[in-house]
């Protein structure tokens, strides 16, 4: 099955800095990679995603980057703020039903 | 529109006993995706549902188990649980079949094993 990595694990930056998290797939037939924010005690919530025909998709200071290639995707957080400070996990997803393997997580930490 | 709702959000249960956990999908939503979600493990796909049909597992035992009700509501059992089956479990909802389509998760239900 499908196996994804993540790193780091943890990552402090100072605020205004920029945060780059990495993940590797396994599965070169995965189609979708979504990256999710999770803040203490709350729920996982989808920040950005990218399919495997595109390469690069921003959003405000938030993009992310995908090398089919390598099987490799990047998260990258620009301007970083207190508020960004979570768990950020990335996933990837094959085939057309919703089957997710999430990786293992990064908890950033953004000091002011 | 209220999000996904998931009953109880706290629960503790003994060694052997089993336990139904609830989920509530946003209105409209067909796909409910169950997650363990573990310290040590991350987290963890358990099985999606479309139309009260099963169209994924994960790599869990059959202890796990779940259903879809024709409301798109969702259940989920674990029986004779373990010290392992100590979690978060989360449900999500999206709106159709795709897998592109975005996730959009429960608070949880919090399960204690003693």
């Known amino acids: 099955g499908e196996n994804v990595e993540q790193h780091p694990s943890t990552l402090s930056v100072q605020e205004g800095d920029s945060a780059v998290i990495k993940c590797t797939y396994s599965?070169?037939?995965?189609?979708?990679f979504p990256w999710y924010k999770q803040e203490l005690g709350k729920r996982p919530q989808l920040i950005i995603d990218?399919?495997?025909?595109?390469g690069e998709k921003k959003d405000q200071r938030i993009a992310v980057t995908l090398n089919k290639t390598a099987k490799h995707f990047s998260l990258h957080i620009t301007e970083t703020q207190p508020e960004d400070s979570a768990v950020y996990f990335c996933?990837?997803?094959?085939?057309?039903?919703?089957?997710?393997?999430f990786g293992t997580g990064t908890k950033l930490q953004v000091i002011p | 529109k209220a999000g996904v709702t998931q009953t109880p959000r706290y629960l503790i249960k003994t060694r052997g006993q089993q336990v139904t956990l609830s989920c509530s999908p946003i209105?409209?939503?067909?796909?409910v995706s169950w997650y363990q979600q573990t310290p040590g493990q991350g987290l963890q796909f358990l099985f999606e549902?479309?139309?009260?049909?099963?169209?994924n597992k994960g790599n869990f035992p059959g202890r796990f188990s779940g259903r879809q009700f024709s409301n798109s509501r969702s259940e989920m059992n674990v029986s004779t649980l373990e010290l392992g089956d100590s979690a978060l479990y989360l449900c999500?909802?999206?709106?159709?079949?795709?897998?592109?389509?975005?996730?959009?998760f429960g608070p949880g239900t919090r399960l204690t094993v003693l």
């Open positions: 996933a990837a997803s094959i085939g057309s039903y919703q089957k997710v393997t």
């Open positions: 999500a909802s999206s709106l159709a079949a795709a897998n592109t389509d975005t996730q959009y």
């Open positions: 599965d070169s037939a995965s189609n979708y």
């Open positions: 549902y479309f139309s009260e049909t099963q169209r």
């Open positions: 209105s409209g939503h067909r796909s």
């Open positions: 990218i399919r495997s025909n595109v």
